[in-house]
């Protein structure tokens, strides 16, 4: 059974372990107008607790309670129960070399945007709080040259709400 009518789906590529689908998705808005230039879905989220985050919250425990090797039925495909989450003030950070995680900026001209990260917007998951669901970052995209060689680069100018 899974949660709240989420979808689950099997992360074959190397990954080996059960996903939710669709949790998060992301859109990437030009600043000076404010135009949709760019979307993205995260294929897939299997959670556990990676980073201890705010370890100083009623109900936190210090060391990590859902691991990689408890959670998200890992390396067998048919499990047909398992059990995932993330511990009260800890966090499950994902790098940025993960698949599946990319906005095409190919086309797109130096200049600031924001990346609005938006979770669960499709209510997969009862939660107490549906107001903390979205969060962005401020972003300096530099370009030079052109085509698939161009020297491009990257800089953060702002953040968003924290939880």
């Known amino acids: 059974m899974s949660p709240a009518g989420a979808t689950l789906v099997w992360g074959g590529d190397g990954h080996n372990h059960w996903h939710v689908r669709n949790l998060e998705s992301?859109?990437?808005?030009?600043?000076?107008?404010?135009?949709?230039?760019?979307?993205?879905?995260?294929?897939g989220f299997?959670?556990?607790?990676?980073?201890?985050?705010?370890?100083?919250?009623?109900?936190?425990?210090?060391?990590?309670?859902?691991?990689?090797l408890t959670v998200c039925g890992q390396d067998n495909q048919n499990t047909t129960s398992l059990k995932m989450g993330v511990s009260v003030g800890w966090g499950d950070k994902y790098g940025a070399?993960?698949?599946?995680?990319?906005?095409?900026?190919?086309?797109?001209?130096s200049g600031n945007y924001r990346l609005v990260a938006t979770a669960d917007a499709a209510n997969q998951f009862s939660e107490m709080n549906e107001t903390n669901n979205t969060t962005w970052v401020d972003l300096?995209?530099?370009?030079?040259?052109?085509?698939?060689?161009r020297n491009k680069a990257v800089s953060i100018v702002g953040y968003g709400p924290l939880p």
């Open 140 to 149: 300096k995209l530099t370009f030079g040259g052109k085509g698939k060689g």
């Open 26 to 43: 992301y859109e990437l808005q030009r600043l000076d107008n404010g135009s949709k230039v760019g979307t993205a879905a995260k294929g």
């Open 46 to 68: 299997c959670f556990f607790d990676t980073t201890p985050f705010r370890l100083t919250l009623p109900g936190a425990p210090l060391g990590s309670v859902y691991t990689p």
């Open 97 to 109: 070399n993960l698949r599946d995680q990319y906005i095409d900026v190919t086309n797109l001209v």
